[in-house]
């Protein structure tokens, strides 16, 4: 078992920055695949960014390529989102996700378990 708590989010104007942390209780930390999901109101879940146990490897969603930074300390349990250059269609609820695969990494179905979210609000 593992739980999720998410913290950072908050108000910003657009072109600023957020920093979202994802802190995880439970054993194997480094065992898990990491994610980023978001959902606006009205719109489905969707996939933001991704990184492996060990950290060596990053995938991200065209939308925030370039912006945003996935990251981890495995020796804090702790999985983190820089975004920068925020726009106001980043708006969402974030939530961070963990699975124990690798395939179908961009599919909210892929993860075991999820954080009650953090909203972000980007205003313009």
């Known amino acids: 078992q593992v739980q999720l708590v998410e913290s950072g989010g908050g108000l910003v104007q657009a072109g600023g920055s957020l920093r979202l942390s994802c802190a995880a209780s439970?054993?194997?930390?480094?065992?898990?695949?990491m994610a980023w999901f978001r959902q606006a109101p009205g719109k489905e879940r969707e996939f933001v960014a991704r990184?492996?146990?060990?950290?060596?490897?990053?995938s991200y969603a065209d939308s925030v390529k370039g912006r945003f930074t996935i990251s981890r300390d495995n020796t804090k349990n702790t999985v983190y989102l820089q975004m920068n250059t925020l726009k106001p269609e980043d708006t969402a609820v974030y939530y961070c996700?963990?699975?124990?695969?690798?395939?179908?990494?961009?599919?909210?179905?892929?993860?075991?378990?999820w954080g009650q979210g953090t909203q972000v609000t980007v205003s313009s």
């Open positions: 996700a963990a699975g124990y695969s690798s395939a179908d990494w961009d599919k909210a179905r892929a993860y075991n378990y």
């Open positions: 439970g054993r194997r930390f480094s065992n898990y695949v």
């Open positions: 990184i492996s146990g060990s950290g060596g490897i990053t």
